[in-house]
């Protein structure tokens, strides 16, 4: 086949094409700026251009863990387009893997982002990476590198796709998990702050199917259906750490896709179950106006959103009581664990 | 607005619209099989079901550094698509973060990857989990977790991107960088397995203007297109750790998107300047033939891809003797560290 290529006029242009450097540079260099605001000193600065150095103290107790997880804010960047906010998804992606991290009792320590469009738009850029930095500001986490990619083809020109990694720290023994969860715990639900960064495949499927718009105020809320929408995944770092300076914390589930029914498990021993009493809190007005909407059943609803409940922490008995006379309305008993005897793992009623 | 919404009929199927639950866990659970291929005593099986948990040794030297680093494979996913192969692609993101970290004098400890895609083939997943798994264990690298998401609406059906995350470790008085680097250094060159991960969007624009089919022989090439064009990014860590055995290295650049005049500065301090001689190697017969092909300028050339070296190690003399005289053909002398003197970072000659 090779005889009948012929060279054409040239191609240079193309090398240009995908990634406009002096246009992205700019952006790229906005985000170093931001970053910087949230670097602390056991980043070693000026040191490492492909790859961010993290000094460890000397002298780490003994068992010391490095805790690291991975996560996406996933078809959540559809409806950001779609409203033109981006600020949100940055403090998403930071919140759901401090989050992640967190349900083994570990606290962050650095944190890296990727982020890749079909045309790098230096303000969404900007506006992500200032919600980025604002969370790890608050999470006493840096921001320590990322990359930020060009794919024409792959990606739509508006579209964009942002994933995390987060590591943090913890000892042996400061470990959290099913290890510990005993019959009589107590099931501590902490509130969400909307649906977080799941369900949204569901959601949009449902705004299309009714040919609705983002600026919708849905019977029984009070805000833009698409305000409500891109709330930002809080962090559950502070509430946490507050709660084991109470007691006794056993264990922590992230509410995050597959909601309570599939996530919960992932904390529990084989022997023990979790009875949930759902009436315990008021589930937001966003998911029943979703429900509404879109006649979605009970079973679904739970499987797909966190319902107002987006951590769960197994506790000791006397932790809870602690925690439910000093805290905040924010934390709610809503169940307890029991011996497992033939029942489903979550129970809901 | 919101009195015009009435409820329509159950859209209950929509949450499984977007994610078959079903069909994708049955590739995820092959991908943690595979993962599971990797794993080294230090990560803690069991524990933390939401983010991997590493134990670090007790008693670790004095100045011990995390080094961190993430990477994506960029559009090279699009030729793998193209072309119905992604095994490569596995060891493409692997060895990117690999040849990353190694830059600083770091080794690999775990590694971690997102996988997003409009909608998850099996047989596609699992290829390139093999990949991950196969370049994992030859690092000597725990592959510990990672996300795998379905993102319709963003990502094509058939479309992918693919990022990873590394973490490996090494002593402040072992880092390398540009604070070691003095005049009089020697430049060795190791050669590349190809285009590594850089350069395809160029390709792609070109085969399209062109008309081409990636089973196409190029003149001057012996086997199709788009199996040159998928050959896997090599990993350098071991020609780097024997490099280091011999004498001293004092840093190390990893040549991707950029080329030599993008990356090698990355790793000089700004009173010297390299002098890189081309003609110490032959460029490889594929570059050649994208360029005759395209009619692209050489320094668009240099500026776009590896031209068959994609790390630089910047040695000092007595070391690059050794390495010349022990090592295969594989590392090349290609220029030295000169000083400054009102010279561009890097003069290609």
Redesign the interface.
């Known amino acids: ?3 009948q ?1 012929t ?6 242009q ?2 240009r ?3 406009d ?1 002096n246009r992205a540079e700019g952006a790229i260099r906005r985000v170093a700026q931001l970053a910087a605001t949230t670097h602390l000193p056991s980043l ?1 600065a ?11 103290p ?3 107790p ?11 804010v ?2 959540k ?2 409806i950001a387009v779609a409203v033109g906010r981006h600020h949100g998804i940055g403090r998403d992606i930071v919140n759901h893997c401090v ?3 967190l ?2 009792g ?1 606290t962050p ?2 944190f ?3 982020f ?1 469009t079909g045309r790098i738009d230096a303000g969404v850029l900007e506006q992500i990476a200032e919600g980025m930095a604002a969370a790890c500001r608050e999470a006493g986490c840096s921001l ?4 930020t ?8 020109i508006g ?1 964009y ?1 942002l ?1 995390g ?1 987060l ?2 720290t913890t000892t ?1 023994d400061r ?1 959290l ?3 510990l969860v005993r019959p009589g715990d107590i099931l501590l639900g902490i509130r969400s702050s909307g649906l977080h960064t799941n369900g949204y ?2 959601v ?3 705004v299309a ?2 040919e ?1 718009d983002y ?5 029984g ?1 009070d805000l833009p259906l698409g305000e409500l929408l891109l709330a930002p995944h809080r962090s559950y770092l502070n509430a946490v750490l507050s709660l084991r300076s109470l007691g006794d914390v056993h264990a922590l ?2 509410i995050t ?1 597959g909601g309570i029914p599939e996530n919960l498990p ?2 529990l021993p084989e022997e023990v179950a979790a009875v949930i009493e759902t009436s315990r809190w008021e589930v937001p007005s966003l998911f029943s106006a979703l429900q ?6 009970e079973e ?1 609803m739970w ?2 959103f966190n319902m107002g409940i987006g951590m769960i922490c197994v506790v000791a008995p006397a932790t809870a009581d602690q925690a439910l006379s000093s805290s905040s309305s924010e934390v709610v008993a809503i169940g307890e664990i029991v011996d497992r005897q033939g029942r489903a793992r979550v129970v809901l009623r």
């Open positions: 086949m090779s005889e290529i060279p054409g006029p040239p191609l240079s193309y090398a094409a995908g990634v450097r070693m000026g040191i490492g251009p492909f790859a961010a150095v993290w000094r460890l000397d002298g780490l003994p068992g010391t863990t490095l805790v690291s997880s991975t996560d996406s996933g078809t960047t559809k989050n992640d991290v349900t083994t570990a320590l650095f890296l982002d990727y890749a320590v590198g990322g990359e990619a060009e794919m024409p083809g792959v990606y739509g579209d796709d994933a990694f590591v943090g042996v470990l998990g099913p290890q495949t569901l949009r499927h449902l199917e009714r609705l600026s919708v105020i849905l019977p809320t589930a992230h896709g992932r904390v509404r909407l879109g006649d979605i059943s679904e499987a797909t």
